[in-house]
């Protein structure tokens, strides 16, 4: 799915808290990423993945903290994965994923005020 937008190919210099209104296409190719945010087990997943022991988990670590069924926890999965978000990683018959730090650092340099940023990055 090339089409998909990531959080890398979103938020490439695009804010909606810039200097400048954000363009039509850069709106739309960021609310495709923070779309992939905006559900409750996405979010859950995010943060059960994040606060693992080894900093990843596999579907079948994630179905009952989650109470959600395999194909629902592995449909999430691929949505955050697809937004760039998560990593994917194949072992064996299982796969296992892990958190994009980049990834999520720009969905939150993005969201802050350009004033309030911690790193300035030149345009």
Do not use: C, N
């Not at 905006?38 to 979010?43: C, F, G, V």
């Not at 693992?52 to 009952?64: F, I, K, N, Q």
């Not at 072992?91 to 300035?120: E, F, M, N």
């Amino acid at each position: 799915m090339a089409d998909v937008p990531t959080a890398k190919t979103a938020t490439t210099a695009i804010s909606p808290l810039a200097d400048e209104p954000i363009k039509r296409a850069d709106a739309e190719r960021l609310a495709g990423v923070l779309k992939a945010f905006a559900d409750p087990a996405r979010l859950r997943l995010l943060s059960l993945i994040q606060s693992a022991p080894e900093g990843e988990a596999s579907v079948s670590d994630l179905t009952a903290p989650l109470g959600l069924s395999q194909p629902t926890v592995s449909h999430h999965l691929r949505i955050l994965a697809e937004a760039g978000l998560l990593e994917r990683e194949k072992r064996g018959v299982w796969a296992y994923y892990r958190l994009v730090p980049s990834a999520i650092a720009a969905i939150a340099d993005l969201l802050t005020p350009p004033g309030k940023r911690a790193t300035k990055k030149a345009r």
